[in-house]
């Protein structure tokens, strides 16, 4: 289903450093069973600080499938940026809010609560916030990469300007 209302802005993927990140691993469980590890580390360089990530299959910084799950502390923002391929995204816990176009407006976003599912279309305008504590995951093609719309923004720049 497509969301064009709906931006989630998670995918500020850096690939470069997301390469590094590993696939969710198999740990075991009680009595021998097996259930999800994920290894979570800090986000890539391109989100604002405070984010975490974990790899849960394929490699963002090539051209094939992947899925990421990206852990947000509440009140977590991402300014306006815009990604060169669609993003699916799955709210897993917390409330996403998200919204479409060039200036962080929170009177325009929309909330997605855990079980929410949409699309950001390559080149979509968004920003996103979180409420409360929230876990999304991702599904693209890679290589993954994002551009800021006010490059000011971009955290990679901090310091560089």
Known sequence: MRFPQISLGLAVLCATTLAAQQPAKKAAGPAGTKKDAMSWGPAPAAFP???????VSGDPSKAENFT??????????????????????????????????????????????AGDKGTVPANGHHYASAKGATVVQVTAMGPFAMTYVNPSDDPRQKGKM
Do not use: R
């Open 68 to 113: 990421v799950q990206l852990s947000f502390p509440n009140g977590y923002k991402i300014p306006p940026h815009f990604h060169p391929t669609d993003e699916n995204v799955e709210v897993k816990s917390g409330t996403f809010v998200v919204g479409m176009g060039d200036t962080f407006d929170a009177a325009q976003m929309k909330p997605m609560k």
């Open 49 to 55: 600080a405070g984010a975490k990530m974990a790899v």
